[in-house]
C-alpha cells in the first residue's frame, strides 16, 4: 500500500518535525492506548488500534526539519519519508508511506485494499487533525 501526503500547517516547522524525530513520538500524536515500546539499535514498536501486530520503525535519515525516513520490520515491511518546507509562513509537510503486510502473499492486494489502507489513511488523518488544533501540544 502506497499513501502520498502534502499538508500544510499554520504552526512553527519545528512543532511538526518533532512528531518525525521518532516513532517514540507517534502515539502522543494519534493518541494510541498503549506506550512504545523501545527494542533494541534504535527500533520502536508502536501499537496500532485495531491491528494486531506494532509497527516496528526505526529513523534511518534525519535532517534536521528538513527531511526524515523510516523503516519499518517484522510484520510490517516497508519505508516512509517526510520533507518539511516553510512558505509564506506556512510549514508544509509532503511525503509518502509505503507499508505491505509481511507473510500473506497472494491475500496481501486483498487485505490492503479492504482493511489496510482504511485504516493507515485514518492514522494519518487523525494526526494531520490534531497538528492544525490551536491547543494541541507535542
Given amino acids: 500500500m502506497y499513501l502520498q501526503f502534502k499538508e500544510e500547517f499554520e504552526r512553527p516547522l519545528n512543532?511538526?518535525?518533532?512528531?518525525f524525530k521518532t516513532p517514540a513520538a507517534w502515539?502522543?500524536?494519534?493518541?494510541?492506548?498503549?506506550?512504545?515500546?523501545?527494542?533494541?539499535d534504535d527500533w520502536?514498536?508502536?501499537s496500532l488500534?485495531?491491528?494486531p501486530?506494532?509497527?516496528?520503525?526505526?529513523?534511518?535519515?534525519?535532517?534536521?526539519?528538513?527531511?526524515?525516513?523510516?523503516?519499518?520490520?517484522?510484520?510490517w515491511r516497508g519505508v516512509g519519508e517526510v520533507h518539511f518546507s516553510r512558505i509564506e509562513?506556512?510549514?508544509i509537510v509532503e511525503g509518502y508511506e509505503y507499508i505491505v503486510p509481511h507473510g500473506l502473499w497472494i491475500f496481501a492486494p486483498l487485505?490492503?485494499?479492504?482493511?489496510?489502507?482504511?485504516?493507515?489513511?485514518?492514522?494519518?488523518?487523525?494526526g494531520w487533525r490534531r497538528l492544525r488544533r490551536k491547543?494541541?501540544?507535542l
Avoid: C
Fill in 111 to 126: 487485505f490492503e485494499k479492504y482493511l489496510l489502507q482504511k485504516g493507515f489513511v485514518a492514522i494519518w488523518e487523525r
Fill in 49 to 51: 488500534n485495531k491491528f
Fill in 89 to 91: 509562513g506556512k510549514t
Fill in 53 to 75: 501486530f506494532p509497527l516496528v520503525a526505526k529513523v534511518v535519515e534525519d535532517h534536521s526539519e528538513k527531511k526524515v525516513r523510516w523503516i519499518f520490520s517484522r510484520f
Fill in 44 to 46: 520502536y514498536a508502536v
Fill in 15 to 19: 512543532e511538526i518535525y518533532a512528531y
Fill in 27 to 40: 502515539t502522543r500524536l494519534y493518541s494510541f492506548g498503549e506506550p512504545v515500546k523501545k527494542l533494541k
Fill in 135 to 137: 491547543n494541541f501540544m
